[in-house]
C-alpha cells in the first residue's frame, strides 16, 4: 500500500513540477528580454550622446593630418636659418606638438584607427629624416626639395591615414 501512495503522489506532483519548470523558464526569459530591451535603450541615449564626440575627433584628427602631410608642413613651417639639422628638428617638433596636441582623441575612435594615425605620424617624420641624410641635402632648402621630390613619386603617409579615417567614419555611419 505504501508504493500506491508514492505513486500517486509522483502523480500528482508530477504536472505541478513540470508547470513549476515552464512558468520558471518563461519568467525568466522574459526578464532577459527585458534587460536586454532596458541595455539596448541605455547603448541608444549612450550612441546619441557619442557620436558627435566620434565624429569631432575623426574630424580633429583628420585636421592633424592634413597639417602633418609633408606638403602643407613645408609651406606652413618655414625655416629660420640655412641650417639643414635646424629645419629638421623643427618639422619634427611640429609634427610632435601637433600629435600631443590630439592625443586625448584617442579615445573616441578604434584601436586599428589610432594605430594608423600614429604608424603615419610616425611614417611622416621617418621621410623627413631620410631626406635629410642625402648627401646632396646641405641646407633647409634642399631639405625641403628632397622632401617634395620624394612624396612627387609615392603618395604621403598622411593619404594613407586619411584613407583609413575616412573608412571609420563610414563604419560609424
Known amino acids: 500500500m505504501d508504493n500506491i501512495n508514492y505513486l ?75 641650417n639643414k639639422n635646424d629645419y629638421e628638428n623643427l618639422l619634427v617638433q611640429n609634427i610632435e606638438k601637433e ?12 584601436n586599428e584607427c589610432w594605430n594608423a594615425i600614429r604608424a603615419t605620424k610616425n611614417a611622416t617624420i621617418a621621410l623627413i629624416r631620410k631626406a635629410s641624410m642625402h648627401q646632396h641635402v646641405s641646407t633647409s632648402d634642399k631639405l625641403r626639395e628632397e622632401i617634395i621630390s620624394e612624396l612627387m613619386d609615392k603618395a604621403s603617409p598622411s593619404q594613407t591615414g586619411l584613407a583609413f579615417v575616412r573608412r571609420e567614419a563610414s563604419d560609424i555611419w
Open 8 to 82: 500517486q503522489l509522483l502523480f500528482y506532483l508530477l504536472p505541478a513540477i513540470v508547470v513549476g519548470f515552464l512558468a520558471f523558464y518563461f519568467i525568466s526569459s522574459y526578464f532577459k528580454e527585458q534587460e536586454q530591451k532596458r541595455m539596448y535603450s541605455i547603448r541608444a541615449k549612450n550612441r546619441k550622446h557619442t557620436l558627435p564626440l566620434r565624429f569631432q575627433a575623426l574630424e580633429r584628427l583628420t585636421l592633424f593630418l592634413e597639417r602633418i602631410d609633408p606638403g602643407s608642413l613645408l609651406l606652413r613651417v618655414k625655416p629660420y636659418n640655412d
Open 99 to 110: 600629435y600631443e596636441h590630439n592625443i586625448a582623441q584617442q579615445i573616441y575612435v578604434s
